[in-house]
């Protein structure tokens, strides 16, 4: 097991990636799965922020992490997130869904 911020090491070296954000995993899946089609929010945000060689600005992900003493008792990435939706607002999204592992409200369909 290697815990990391760098993505580009990780894509190098593994199988399977699990995406922590808030002191929770909010993401589980292949290395195949994540980098290609991450799901999401925050992971999203984050291959978004690598720099690459092909050129371009990488984006940020806005704000800062929750307290771990304070945090959020909706989903924990809430007030970072640009895709929120109303029930975000009101109960913390599950972990599982029907074809993986992803904890948000935009895969509530594939729970
Ligand atoms: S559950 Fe809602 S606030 Fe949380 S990551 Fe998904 S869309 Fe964003």
């Keep these: 097991m290697l815990i990391t911020h760098d993505l580009a090491v990780l894509s190098e070296i593994s199988d399977k990636i699990g995406i922590m954000y808030g002191g929770q995993m909010v993401e589980f899946g292949s290395s195949q ?5 991450p799901k999401h929010p925050y992971t999203q945000g984050l291959l978004e922020s690598i720099p690459t060689l092909k050129g371009g600005t990488p984006k940020y992900i ?31 999204p599950k972990f599982k869904t029907k074809t993986g592992y992803v904890r ?3 895969y509530e369909d594939e729970k």
């Design 33 to 37: 799965e994540i980098y290609k089609n």
């Design 104 to 106: 948000c409200w935009l």
């Design 62 to 92: 806005k704000g800062i992490p929750p307290s771990l003493l304070e945090a959020p008792t909706e989903c924990r990435f809430i007030d970072r997130c640009p895709l929120v939706v109303d029930k975000c607002k009101q109960v913390p």
